[in-house]
């Protein structure tokens, strides 16, 4: 864009200087045309233009028709031809080292409105996940003497388990993503592109739906989250970690995986999404 930029300036400069010298210059007279036998009154010597050494006057008398618009921003692209631009805007805000390490780089408004959509839901499917996941695997410890024993529907004990706090330490890095985007440029980044994150949205069935309406209601849903005081217990009764809790497990994917992720890392997300709720 700042090419553009330096591109229009030029070309505004040559027309000024063109209009300069295609009007203010004086005109050359052409020699008189002497018919025979006739006697001719001298022509006069055409007076000279005043000497203009005001520049700054000149474009007064500029149409302003003539002043092509290159101060207007650069139209969005189409969003199937949107991620050059939306992964420049946030190498911006996050460095390219960043987004290269943990940002899906195809189709990346439409996953970032899935991924906001469906964390109100039950799960978010890694096929529409915005980032990428978290190194290592998800961590937890056995609980050997746990307070209610429960059972599977054969009779035997289903196994118990503790999230492991070693595993908190796998989200701090989004964590400090999170927190080293200004909140600003983040707010002003999305309202520039938000066309484009509204068309995916009706794309995926909201046809007469309000995105940003979605991510407010998503954002107010996260900051609601309740804070777990003591080890967050678990339970595996297949191959999935559920939590004891039935309260808990009632919750939505966006707030378990603020649980999942350990409290001071919670309180940190929780801090940052209320600077931007507020700039919404």
């Known amino acids: 864009m700042k090419n553009w930029i330096i591109g229009a300036i030029l070309i505004l400069a040559a027309a000024a200087a063109y209009y300069y010298f295609a009007i203010y210059q004086p005109a050359v007279s052409e020699a008189p045309v002497v018919e025979p036998v006739v006697i001719v009154e001298p022509v006069e010597e055409p007076a000279e233009a005043p000497e203009i050494t005001d520049l700054g006057t000149i474009p007064d008398v500029v149409e302003e028709s003539d002043i092509p618009a290159e101060a207007e ?71 050997d003497d746990p307070e209610t024993v429960i059972n599977n529907e054969a009779g035997d004990p289903i196994p118990q388990f503790f999230i492991d706090p070693a595993n908190y330490a796998r989200y701090t890095p989004y964590v400090e993503m999170l927190e080293a985007a200004d909140t600003a440029e983040v707010v002003e980044n999305y309202r520039s592109l938000y066309p484009l994150f509204q068309e995916a949205y009706q794309q995926m069935g909201y046809a007469d739906g309000d995105f940003n309406a979605r991510l407010i209601a998503i954002i107010d849903e996260l900051l609601a989250t309740p804070q777990v005081t003591g080890p967050v217990e678990l339970v595996k009764p297949e191959a999935y970690f559920l939590f004891t809790d039935p309260e808990l497990e009632s919750l939505s994917a966006g707030q378990k995986i603020l649980l999942r992720m350990g409290n001071d890392n919670a309180t940190r997300v929780k801090a940052k999404l209320a600077e931007v709720r507020a700039s919404l």
Do not use: C, H, K, W
């Not at 991924?115 to 499917?125: A, E, N, Y």
């Open 73 to 143: 921003e650069a139209p969005l692209p189409n969003l199937v031809e949107s991620d050059p631009v939306v992964l420049e805007s946030l190498s911006g805000l996050l460095s390219e080292p960043v987004v290269a390490r943990y940002v899906v780089n195809d189709n990346v408004i439409s996953r970032v409105v899935a991924t906001i959509d469906m964390l109100g839901g039950r799960q978010v499917p890694a096929v529409v996940q915005a980032l990428e996941s978290p190194e290592g695997s998800f961590q937890a410890t056995v609980n």
